[in-house]
């Protein structure tokens, strides 16, 4: 019984062994499964991680491509906008061979109620200078003005100066190129005129560009003459404002680096920003540092061309700031100064005072003991702060010796008439410009100046550009339109008493507070 019992319990083990090999695994197989499972992610983690590089590879790529995009569009963009420059080349000329054999010529407008005396100093008239110049044009002449408005019914003067000009360039049959402020009625009866006889009409918008103006006055001829000075091309400029400027000729020199000044404008006409870079051709061959070595009508002299703003001074160009600067520093006798408005402002609206000129002035007068006068129109815009600065730069004075600044006020009492000029003269340079002695003029407005001077060595001086600009100040101030500024009296230069205008106060401090006795002379330009 017992051995029976103990094989069928042997069976049934056997056969329950039997059994669970169907059920289970070994632990082999089961560790050998595992194995493969943690092969096979570790397969798909490797995937994984190669498709990720791949992917990053790939978005790198794609960056960097998108950058060099981007850095060829930002190029692009850049190269179109920069300034267009007017016309293909310059004829060949360049800062060796330009001429530098010049004639220069003053010439002036004189309103008919203004005369000075039969023995005074006498220039040109201006209408018959422009005729001049156009007379000499064989190409083009290339023209920028504030405005263009030659024919006005305001104001009818005897003097046909203005038809003169118009004829004259309506029968000329070189090509014009005007560039004026975009304010300008495109539509007006002159302009389309113009228009059908040759001329090209270009707009900058400056209101855009600096939110100022152009006050720009200069014409150049076939890029070898070229005037400069304050009238524009409006009627009053030949007709009851007292203008003055130079004519230059045979001076290419000068003459290319005008037109350069023209180019940049010309090229800003569809521009609603100021461009990131200028082009090569618009930088000066001269400037304050390296002015060009002339002679004007057969005496040597020094001269380069002046810009403002800043924003539009390319490369190495002199900026008319740099230019006042450089003359009142190197003068060492005199300085005789004939301006519309002197406003050490930044504007006439904004009470912050603006130090560029009025401190170079003041060094003048006490360090180097400078003689200094100053000439300053009396007009309707005349602002009543001047006064206080002229009296602020007289202070000065007192109690010193060898130092004397004199301040005069040109006040024509015709209606309609002004003193328009803007120049400075030196013992030893002249700068003649376009702009006021206001902070804004020089920050916001586009202007042209031209500074001349001659070597100390030079022996004849008599007709040299600088005494004959100084006789002319010299003309104006001892004539019977200018009143002297006195402790006592101020000049009232409009209709508006200067007696009902409140002293501006900065924090606790009061302007200095002018005298309140008037000499009245009631003007309007």
């Not at 064989?138 to 305001?154: A, D, G, K, M, T």
């Amino acid at each position: 019984m017992e051995p029976r019992k103990t094989r069928c319990s042997a069976g049934g083990h056997a056969s329950m062994g039997q059994g669970l090999s169907f059920g289970f695994q070994p632990p082999g197989a089961a560790a050998s499964s595992i194995i493969t499972a943690v092969q096979q992610q570790e397969y798909s983690a490797s995937v994984w991680l190669r498709r990720r590089e791949k992917l990053e590879h790939s978005q790198q790529k794609c960056i960097a491509i998108f950058a060099l995009v981007c850095c060829f569009a930002v190029l692009v963009a850049l190269i179109f906008s920069a300034v267009d420059v007017w016309g293909e080349d310059e004829d060949g000329i360049t800062e060796e061979n330009c001429s530098k054999n010049c004639s220069v010529v003053l010439v002036e407008n004189i309103p008919d109620s203004i005369s000075f005396s039969d023995n005074s100093t006498s220039h040109l008239p201006l209408s018959v200078g422009l005729n001049n110049l156009l007379d000499r044009a064989e190409r083009v002449v290339e023209i920028v003005s504030p405005v263009w408005l030659l024919n006005s019914s305001e104001f009818n003067f005897q003097l046909a100066a203005k038809q003169v000009i118009l004829e004259q360039i309506l029968k000329n049959n070189n090509k014009f190129i005007l560039v004026l402020k975009k304010q300008t009625p495109i539509d007006s009866a002159e302009l389309e005129t113009l228009a059908n006889h040759y001329a090209e009409v270009h707009k900058v918008n400056m209101t855009a560009l600096t939110n100022g103006n152009i006050h720009s006055s200069f014409w150049v001829v076939d890029r070898k003459h070229f005037y400069i000075g304050s009238a524009s091309t409006d009627w009053r400029s030949l007709a009851t404002r007292k203008e003055l400027g130079v004519l230059v000729y045979n001076c290419t020199c000068l003459a290319l680096d005008l037109h350069r000044v023209f180019s940049l404008y010309w090229g800003l006409q569809h521009k609603e920003f100021i461009p990131t870079f200028w082009s090569k051709r618009l930088f000066p061959y001269f400037n304050k540092d390296k002015p060009v070595n002339l002679s004007f009508n057969n005496t040597e002299a020094e001269a380069y061309i002046s810009s403002s703003p800043d924003a539009f001074i390319p490369k190495d160009r002199s900026s008319d700031l740099e230019a006042i600067s450089r003359v009142i520093q190197q003068a060492r006798h005199f300085i005789y100064i004939s301006i519309i408005d002197y406003l050490p402002l930044l504007s006439s609206s904004t009470l912050r005072y603006w130090s560029r000129i009025d401190s170079l002035i003041r060094e003048a007068l006490i360090l180097r003991k400078v003689r200094i006068r100053l000439l300053i129109s009396c007009w309707e815009k005349t602002h009543p702060l001047t006064f206080n600065f002229i009296w602020s730069l007289k202070s000065l004075c007192m109690e010193q010796g060898n130092c004397s600044l004199e301040a005069k006020f040109f006040s024509p009492t015709q209606k309609h008439v002004m003193n328009h000029n803007r120049f400075m003269v030196s013992d030893r340079a002249i700068y003649l410009g376009n702009l006021d002695w206001v902070g804004k003029e020089f920050t916001y407005n586009a202007g042209a100046g031209l500074v001349i001077s001659h070597p100390e060595t030079i022996k004849e001086r008599n007709n040299s550009v600088v005494e004959q600009l100084r006789a002319v100040f010299e003309r104006d101030w001892f004539s019977r339109y200018t009143r002297t500024l006195q402790n006592d009296k101020i000049p009232v230069c409009n209709e508006h008493s200067v007696t009902n205008y409140k002293i501006p106060t900065v924090g606790k401090i009061t302007l200095l507070q002018v005298p309140i006795q008037q000499s009245r002379v009631t003007i309007s330009p």
